[in-house]
């Protein structure tokens, strides 16, 4: 597998990627992400929720009822095309691929990998309607009904958007508009013609299809688990290994910390989430400020944050944390978040406001965010990177599979999509793994090219210590040498910093790996 090979490699393999259930908004923003910054092909596969879409040249008095009364979010996409449905029950497919064919023939590429995909799987009679792209079931026939709806777009040699294939949907959902801008003809469905068919079985079809249309032939897979996985691990008394202990110290620098902490009553997320680099951290000066609050929305599995009722938020909170960066002299100030699902923007609000008090107090610190993905809602993390935070980071925290066990209320492909978004609105982003959950070394490359690919400059991967038995249990101990293998890997596939040792955490060494990917409008403010 040439997972760590550059974006571009000649030879690459179809990365294909099959991500579950997905808001178009998140899979746009992704699709787009690859579309711009790579060359390698991807075919990203999922379901949407209830969503109706609109390409360039679709009208809207296509629409049955009123967009108010069609019971999902109606939105308007860059891709050829008229009004259609997509939603569960369906499967999605984008193809994002360099390609020397024009725009007609990369369709009927498309066509043909889904004609010759329901084909293996035993449903006849698919064919071409002449004007009208897709695939259609008998299409010369007295009734024809449209299976798949096609829709592209291809810019600069590189394509977008693709194909929907009606798996098992509930078809009532087209009667609310003409479906493709065609009155005349009906919508079926795989299980409508009377197939038995699970989505696995075709989405696993259809990457064999397509293996070889848009790959070497060789296929780079991670799925997005089918079902909610509990990988075995080891007991809570485990004993450590001895590159996982810490040395206590509670020296002066510690003191000096914790002190400034009380009293600007403010919390770190070095405290709640029992960081093993508090000591090293503290006795230099520097900590990790956590606004909001200090009780999370969200309960991921490897996360000893507090998840009771959350309070209001505090105001005063900024200029507090602003007079702490201050007081310690901090070049390289780090604020994350507790998840705050109970607020109209996810907290984006008190993030911008921090990065702006920091910037009032401390014009010459560098201020790093490591921000919740605020439900992927365009509005509040713009409002984050409006605030033009020198690095921002989220983390994917782990594998695809491993998703839906680790962290049930985020996902891979949102995950993605808000790195992606911060990538194109021009800021340093970086994001970060956790090693010890189940996962095998291949499903961390394949995350890793993901998150190199979307545009991530600054990766961190360290390993998972369970903080007590109530949370995931430890699968394995990944060995220093296994992180530098990884961290090899990481920096063959064009990251500008890679932090990879057991006992690496998301701000570990921060201002060091900030300055590894630092444009140089940071350098010339902050003087670094």
């Given amino acids: 597998m040439s997972l760590a090979a550059p974006a571009g490699a000649a030879g690459a393999p179809l990365r294909a990627r099959w991500l579950g259930r997905a808001r178009f908004t998140d899979a746009h923003a992704l699709q787009r992400a690859l579309f711009t910054g790579t060359t390698d092909s991807y075919l990203l596969l999922l379901e949407h929720h209830p969503v109706y879409t609109v390409g360039l040249r679709g009208p809207l008095d296509h629409l049955r009822v009123p967009a108010g009364d069609l019971g999902a979010d109606l939105v308007a996409t860059d891709r050829g095309g008229d009004v259609t449905w997509h939603g569960p029950g369906q499967l999605v497919g984008y193809p994002i691929v360099s390609t020397t064919a024009s725009p007609k023939d990369h369709v009927r590429a498309v066509e043909q990998l889904v004609i010759d995909v329901c084909a293996s799987l035993g449903l006849p009679g698919l064919g071409r309607a002449e004007g009208a792209p897709g695939v259609w079931v008998d299409p010369a026939g007295a009734r024809p009904r449209k299976i798949c709806a096609i829709g592209t777009r291809r810019s600069r040699g590189r394509t977008m958007h693709g194909f929907a294939l009606n798996v098992d949907p509930d078809l009532s959902w087209f009667d609310r ?118 009780q999370c929305t969200r309960a991921c599995g490897f996360c000893q944050v507090d998840t009771s009722k959350p309070m209001p938020a505090d105001p005063a909170e900024p200029e507090r944390l602003a007079d702490a960066v201050a007081e310690m002299g901090l070049a390289h100030a780090v604020i994350t978040a507790v998840a705050r699902d109970d607020l109209p923007d996810g907290g984006a609000g008190g993030f911008a406001e921090s990065i702006r008090a920091v910037r009032r107090r401390n014009p010459a610190t560098a201020v790093e965010v490591l921000v919740p993905d605020c439900k992927g809602d365009p509005g509040a993390l713009a409002t984050i990177f409006d605030a033009r935070p020198d690095v921002l980071n989220h983390n994917l925290e782990t594998v ?44 961390v490359l394949a995350a890793m090219v993901d998150l190199q690919r979307v545009g991530v400059s600054i990766l961190t991967l360290g390993q998972y210590l369970r903080p007590s038995a109530a949370h995931l249990p430890v699968a394995r101990w990944w060995a220093p040498a296994e992180f530098d293998r990884l961290a090899a890997a990481g920096r063959a596939m064009g990251f500008a910093h890679v932090e990879a040792s057991p006992l690496t955490r998301s701000s570990y060494h921060a201002r060091q790996a900030a300055s590894a990917a630092t444009p140089v409008e940071l350098v010339t403010r902050t003087g670094r």
Wanted: net charge neutral; proline share 4%.
């Fill in 177 to 294: 508009i003409v479906p493709c801008g065609i009155a005349d003809r009906g919508v079926t469905s795989l299980a409508a013609e009377g197939m038995t068919v699970d989505m696995r079985t075709v989405v696993d079809a259809v990457i064999e299809a397509a293996a070889g249309r848009w790959g070497d032939g060789t296929v780079d897979r991670a799925d997005v688990s089918w079902e909610r996985e509990t990988p075995a691990g080891m007991p809570v008394a485990t004993r450590k290994p001895e590159w996982l202990r810490v040395k206590v110290d509670l020296g002066t620098g510690y003191r000096d910390v914790k002190r400034t902490m009380r009293s600007r009553q403010l919390v770190t997320v070095c405290e709640e989430a029992g960081c093993p680099n508090i000591y090293e951290c503290w006795r230099d000066g520097t900590a990790t400020f956590m606004i909001n609050g200090e």
């Fill in 400 to 443: 695809a599979r491993l998703q839906r066990h680790v962290r049930p209320s985020a996902s891979y492909a949102r995950s993605l999509s808000v790195l992606a978004r911060a990538a194109a609105a021009g800021l340093v982003t970086k994001s970060g793994l956790i090693l010890g959950l189940g996962e095998s070394e291949d499903e």
